[in-house]
């Protein structure tokens, strides 16, 4: 049972760290662990800034690391002269670091770059929030949901969440939408070059109310079905209730542990990755 509850929660973990696509802007550098300096938390106070300056409230907000963080984490920020607390270095239990719970999952998503190189805006004026960004014929490779792109003069990393390209390279009349809010800083008349930022690690920083999981015990046929004893368990570490069915069979019983979910992100801006 406690590896059925794992492997669903695995599932929904999973589908979570898949919704990096969709957030607003990212702070870090690209394979760079964070957190590799005894001290210094400006990994997190900076994903954290992301969050302030696009309005996020100021409380609940949370930071999800990969293992190879958490391994930088617990291993350069232990010491209880730092922390106040030796739990760290005794139970591996994560601190609040700059105003952010931190927690550590498995499924952190390492996305590879797209292979867009060279590639340049049209030189169409920009303004703060424009979030479509049309290309010129410039450049090789095409990028996709997911991939962190900067422009010249612009020292913020964006996220894309959709693309239009025509054919294997930019040309006049692809597109490039990016997360709410959009641009932070307006461009004038001219042709922007754009950088993708390199495969890296996505940790995940977010106000809770920005993401909504939705979950539910699977539907039952209405006229029931094979079942002898339908109960409810809920996992004590995640909080989730799951179904947990028996079934009978020749000289056996079936145990089904079942659920069903749903998940988005309603409000990008309250979003940030940590690169790394």
Known sequence: FAQALRVLVNEVESDLAGLQSQFSRAYGTAATTPFGTAGDFTDASNALRILKDNGAPLSDNQLVI????????LGKQAEANRQGTDTILRQGVFQTVSGM??????QVVTQSAGAMASATSTSAAFTVGQTAIPLATAGTGVVAAGDVITFAN????????SVVFAGANPASGDVI??????????QGVATRAITVVATSARNMAFNRSAIVLATRL???PSAGD?????????????GLAFEVAIYPGYRKVVYE??????????????TALLLG
């Open 66 to 73: 990969n293992t190879a963080a958490g391994a930088s984490f």
């Open 101 to 106: 719970d931190i927690r550590e999952s498995g």
């Open 154 to 161: 612009d020292t913020n990393k964006y996220v894309v969440t």
């Open 177 to 186: 939408t990016l997360a709410a809010p959009g641009l932070r800083v307006a």
């Open 218 to 220: 699977p539907e039952r």
């Open 226 to 238: 094979m079942a002898i004893d339908v109960t409810t368990l809920v996992d004590s570490r995640s």
């Open 257 to 270: 542990v079942s659920l069903a979910w749903g998940y988005s992100v309603i409000k990008p801006e309250h």
